[in-house]
Each structure stands twice: as structure tokens, then as C-alpha cells.
């Protein structure tokens, strides 16, 4: 693989997913390799004995002095805030500091790429827009900031008809010629503040998806989010918004057209174009919100509308999210491991109609449990509680709904079996951490699956 960086010094700074896939990317394109990272050569285990068996360079711990100043570019993990003294340093004598995403693009700039980021939901949003895309007959890559790295991608360009790629404000804050034929900014809630210095400044670190686009380049806007409407004036292309109520919030740029949610479905204005959203894995108005921009993206990018229905009906939704595991005997069971917080509780809960038996408990991160008793009122019957924040969550919901502590998922569910009736969903949404009883979520996921799928 011919490159410009072919014997050129090169450090990688961290050594996580996308660090470790920029070094691939890099040994590919002949360049002298080293790698860094906080952690010792014991921590980095089987890690460090590959990188050094492939020739990298390993340095732990802190940095020598002068080891940045001595490189041709140095590639920095998402993980590695930016402004850092020794990143200021070798800027200032002109070492160019990249991200993985920029020396990814960088070999793969021939690719259209359809960039998506915002608070929430990006990463149901990028599988399912690569759904669309791939039904529209194209060879798609799907990843970035959820599954592989772009830089895994880089590694043969010449596979990829188009790109769909999840950004975060971190990987965003290393890009410079980076450009997305199609960019997305699905909301912006306050997050990351132990990044950045206010909600203002993580709203920017956002905005840089527009950066580079230009003619034959659109952008695609939460109509109802004042805050990304006022980001999208960054956008200097055709903008494109997206409305569950069909409001569209003041201070944005004018938009050439609008995907307006309807009652089973929603409907693109500018073209006319009605869709249909009976999908189980879409199911809420956050996957509503999901759908229509997955679909600005496909369409407005060539897919269609044929290809993009059908992976509306055909897209299976990401594991613990909402995940319908079965219908047994009328009574459908949904695995939402990943909800390990009160809010992400009440993205689930609106999810629903009602006839709710919700699982929940395990390692609570201090957040009061009162507000998903309110938005579950009505809604949640039953109350099965597991792990260490049982008892809290039992007395959140003291007059509220059935409560029945269970303590372990395995008699949760068992009890559940024996409480739900047709026309029930028994719903794991633990609003906990998994980690008093289980490796991870998908851990606690999966462990639920298997135990239903048993029952």
C-alpha cells in the first residue's frame, strides 16, 4: 500500500480499538511505528508481544522527553484529550496531530462517506443507515466509533462503494481534511463535561462533521433540537431536517425539505415519499427520530426508496437495546441491558404503551429512581428487582406498582414466567451497572436471553 508516511516516523498515542487499528493501517503503509500508552507492558498483556513482534516500538508509562518533537505526525486515540501540554508542544514545531478518523479518510478520501454523531442514538442510526444502504445493492462499510475502525476499512478502499461511520466529539476533534458527503447531527444533550469546558464547547467539537463539505454535500438536522439547529449554521450545503411533531426550532439555516413522523410511519415532504414503521427494533419516538435520519441519509445519498423500506422492515435492531428476544405465549420478552442509567429507563418506557413488567437493580450510579416511577405510571404493573440497588428501587416504587424482589436475574425472570399474562412485555431495563453481578451489560444481556429462550 503506497503511502507519503512509507519510512516517515510515526507515533501512535493509545492504545484502544482504533489506536491499535491505526497502527495496522500504518505498518501497511511502511511507516516506523511507535506506540503509546498510561498503562506498563504487563497491563497491555498480549498487546505489547504483538506490537513488538511486528516491529512497533512500545513506549509506557510517560513519554521521554523530545519523542513527540522527533515524529512526522503523531496519531492520537479518541480517548486522548487534544489540548495536552506534550500535543500542544509538538504542535507548536510543527508536528501535525491527527485522529485515527483523519488517517483513515486520508485513504479512503475516493469513498463517499455519511457521517453520523449527536448525543443519542448514534449508534442504532448508523447500523440502521447502513442497513439502507446495503439493501440499495452497494458494498458498505459500517463502523468508526461503533464496531471497526475506519482505519480498518482504509486497509483495502477499493472494497467500499460508501461509508457509514459513527463520529463522537472525540474522534471529530481530530479531523482536519476529513469530509462527509452526508453529515447528521441527531441531538445534543449536556455529556462529556469532564472534557469540555461547557455544553457550548461540546456542541462545537459537533459541528466539525460539517467541516470540508461542499458542493454535492448535504446535511441532515434534528428539526425540533434548537441547539443543533443553531450548529447547523455551520453547514455551508443544503440542510435537511428531521420532526416527530413537525415543528422545526428557530435560529437554524432554511431547509430544503423535511421528514415529518406519522401515525405507523413518516413521510419525506420534498419528495413526496411515505414510509411505513412497523419494525419492532424501531419501535419509540427516538427510533422514529432514528429511522427518518438513517433515511435522509440513504436517500439523499442514492438509495432507493424501495431498498430503504425495505431495510425499514428488515433491520434487526443492535443487541441490549430494546431487543424483542421472543413472543411466548402472548407475552413478549425485551432484553435492554444496555439501559445502565435512570435516562436511557425513560427512552425505554416511552417506548411502550403499557402492560409492563419491568427488571430492574444492579449497581446503582447514586441517580434518584422517582422519575422513572413517574414515567412509568400507568405503564409499569410489576416491579421484579435484582442486584445491589434493589431495595432502593423497591422503595422508589412502594405504592406505585407490584413490587418482587428477586435478586438474581435467573429468578427474575422465573418470576416473571409466572406473572405475565398474553398482552404483557416483561422488559430487562436495569437503569443500574451490571458489574455487582455480571462482566458487563451485554454480559447481563445475554444471560437474560439464554435464560428466556429456555423458559
Request: hydrophobic residues 45%.
Amino acid at each position: 500500500m503506497p503511502s507519503a508516511l512509507s519510512g516517515q516516523k510515526v507515533l501512535v498515542f493509545g492504545l484502544a480499538k482504533s489506536g491499535l487499528a491505526a497502527i495496522r493501517l500504518l505498518l501497511a503503509q511502511g511507516a516506523q511505528v511507535t506506540a503509546l500508552d498510561a498503562r506498563d507492558e504487563a497491563a497491555l498483556g498480549d498487546v505489547a508481544r504483538e506490537l513488538k513482534s511486528q516491529g512497533v516500538t512500545l513506549v509506557t508509562g510517560s513519554a521521554p522527553p523530545g519523542l513527540f518533537e522527533e515524529q512526522a505526525l503523531v496519531v492520537v486515540s479518541p480517548g486522548v484529550p487534544l489540548v495536552l501540554p506534550e500535543l500542544q508542544e509538538a504542535r507548536k514545531v510543527g508536528v501535525p496531530i491527527w485522529g485515527e478518523i483523519e488517517l483513515a479518510w486520508r485513504s479512503l478520501s475516493s469513498v463517499p462517506l455519511f457521517g453520523i454523531t449527536g448525543t443519542n442514538g448514534k449508534s442504532t442510526t448508523t447500523a440502521l443507515t447502513g442497513e439502507l444502504f446495503k439493501r440499495g445493492g452497494g458494498r458498505t462499510f459500517v463502523g468508526g466509533n461503533l464496531g471497526l475502525p475506519l482505519a480498518e476499512a482504509a486497509l483495502k478502499p477499493q472494497d467500499w462503494d460508501s461509508l457509514v461511520v459513527e463520529l463522537s466529539s472525540f474522534q471529530l476533534e481530530g479531523i482536519l481534511q476529513m469530509k462527509a458527503k452526508g453529515a447528521v447531527i441527531l441531538n445534543l444533550t449536556p455529556d462529556h463535561l469532564d472534557r469540555y469546558p461547557t455544553h457550548d464547547a461540546y456542541g462545537e467539537a459537533k459541528a466539525r462533521i460539517f467541516l470540508n463539505q461542499g458542493l454535492g454535500d448535504f446535511a441532515v438536522l434534528n428539526a425540533e433540537d434548537a441547539h443543533v439547529m443553531r450548529l447547523g449554521n455551520h453547514a455551508n450545503v443544503p440542510a435537511y431536517g428531521f420532526s416527530v411533531s413537525g415543528q422545526v426550532a428557530p435560529g437554524g439555516p432554511q431547509l430544503k425539505g423535511l421528514a415529518v413522523a406519522r401515525p405507523g410511519g413518516f413521510r419525506l415532504d420534498f419528495l413526496n415519499e411515505d414510509y411505513t414503521l412497523t419494525n419492532r427494533a424501531l419501535r419509540g419516538a427516538h427510533n422514529a427520530q432514528n429511522a427518518m435520519a438513517a433515511t435522509l441519509l440513504a436517500r439523499l445519498g442514492g438509495v432507493s426508496r424501495e431498498a430503504v423500506q425495505a431495510g425499514l422492515d428488515s433491520y434487526p435492531g443492535l443487541p441490549h437495546r430494546l431487543e424483542s428476544v421472543r413472543v411466548l405465549d402472548g407475552v413478549e420478552w425485551v432484553n435492554d441491558s444496555k439501559a445502565t442509567n435512570v435516562d436511557s429507563v425513560l427512552v425505554a418506557l416511552r417506548a411502550f404503551a403499557g402492560n409492563l413488567l419491568l427488571i430492574a437493580g444492579g449497581k446503582g450510579k447514586g441517580a434518584p429512581y422517582q422519575p422513572m416511577v413517574d414515567e412509568g405510571r400507568g405503564k409499569v404493573k410489576a416491579v421484579l428487582t435484582i442486584g445491589q440497588d434493589a431495595e432502593k428501587l423497591a422503595a422508589a416504587y412502594e405504592g406505585q406498582a407490584a413490587v418482587h424482589p428477586c435478586g438474581t436475574l435467573d429468578a427474575a425472570v422465573r418470576k416473571a414466567r409466572e406473572l405475565a399474562k398474553a398482552g404483557d412485555t416483561v422488559l430487562l431495563s436495569p437503569a443500574c451497572a451490571s458489574y455487582d453481578q455480571f462482566k458487563n451489560f451485554e454480559d447481563r444481556g445475554d444471560t437474560f436471553k439464554r435464560l428466556v429462550q429456555a423458559l
